[in-house]
């Protein structure tokens, strides 16, 4: 029997659509917990009568996790000069893993009956990027 599913075929996990119960149950016992731990929030940055903490980092913090929950988190954008230079990346990215891939498949043993190449690559190996 073979293993394993056929592409698109999706075997056991929930039906879609389901919720997941376990995020509900964790939701619902941190619930009566929501407004204080807020409060608590406001104090550590010092926005109350009471004295915040005495540490800067975890009033940011107590800051940061406040803004978060009332405004949601920031979404992180990745802008460039040129539209090409994604591009770039991406082949530049490509250069590092071919070589690297190759390096390590160089110092794996050979198989049996298997030659090396005249240029020294062994079969199977990915070419070398384009300079």
């Not at 996790?65 to 954008?77: I, N």
Request: zero cysteines.
């Amino acid at each position: 029997m073979p293993r394993g599913s056929a592409p698109g075929e999706r075997r056991g996990g929930r039906v879609k659509g389901t919720p997941n119960r376990t995020g509900a149950d964790v939701r619902a016992l941190a619930a009566p917990y929501g407004a204080p731990a807020v409060a608590e929030l406001a104090r550590l940055a010092g926005l109350t009568d009471a004295p915040g903490a005495a540490n800067e980092a975890t009033r940011v913090i107590a800051l940061r996790e406040l803004l978060d929950r009332a405004f949601g988190k920031p979404s992180q954008h990745f802008t460039t000069e040129r539209e090409s230079s994604i591009v770039a990346l991406h082949l530049i990215a490509a250069k590092a893993v071919s070589a690297e891939l190759n390096s390590e498949l160089a110092r794996a043993p050979l198989i049996e009956g298997q030659a090396a190449r005249p240029n020294g690559q062994l079969p199977g190996l990915i070419a070398p990027a384009l300079e």
